[in-house]
């Protein structure tokens, strides 16, 4: 079975004005849609195909660094645009109290993301993981993933890629983080906190 886009889990209109409608049709329509359908054409007649694909991010880590990068890829934007909300969300008591050890507040963790996001070379991801039982903010280049890593759960990410934002704020990445800052679903952290593994892509 061939491994589908995801559906966004909001209109294309609800992160306005952090992240356009625009936007999300060429990056979700257009970008993600594209790392899925290579990831399949891929696997396809391979022991891989039928496997996960958390599976098969796995498998082509260090041995196939094509298949790697938009299997990751396809991981990476379905965790994305669940890192996002269009409501206001809240973090569980657990997951406040975490923050503000790690942090001081969860202010301070949204500037500290906001500044490894704006410094990090190029293109990849910016994330907030659970590493060794503690909060850390973590980078991946280009396609990486924390997907399949042992030892760490990944509980939010932002996608530091031009695509993710050049439309809305051109080459202002600062910018962009700062209005996804507002947007991030803390409800999902949250979630992805109590279940203490990695999420897993839907289908
Ligand atoms: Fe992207």
Known sequence: MAFELIDLPYDDTALEPAVSAKTLSFH???????????????IEGTDLAGKSLEEVIASARGSNQGLFNNSAQSWNHGFYWHS????????SDELKSMI??????????KSKLAERGAGHFASGWVWLAVKDGKLTIEETHDGDTLADQDGVNPLLVIDLWEHAYYLDHQNARPAYLDAVNGKLNWSF???NLVRGTAWTYPC
């Open 189 to 191: 952290a949250s979630e």
């Open 28 to 42: 979700h329509g257009k970008h993600h849609k594209a790392y899925i359908d290579k990831t399949n054409a891929a």
């Open 84 to 91: 996002m909300a269009a409501e206001e969300t809240s973090a």
């Open 100 to 109: 503000d050890d790690a942090f001081g507040s969860v202010e301070n963790l």
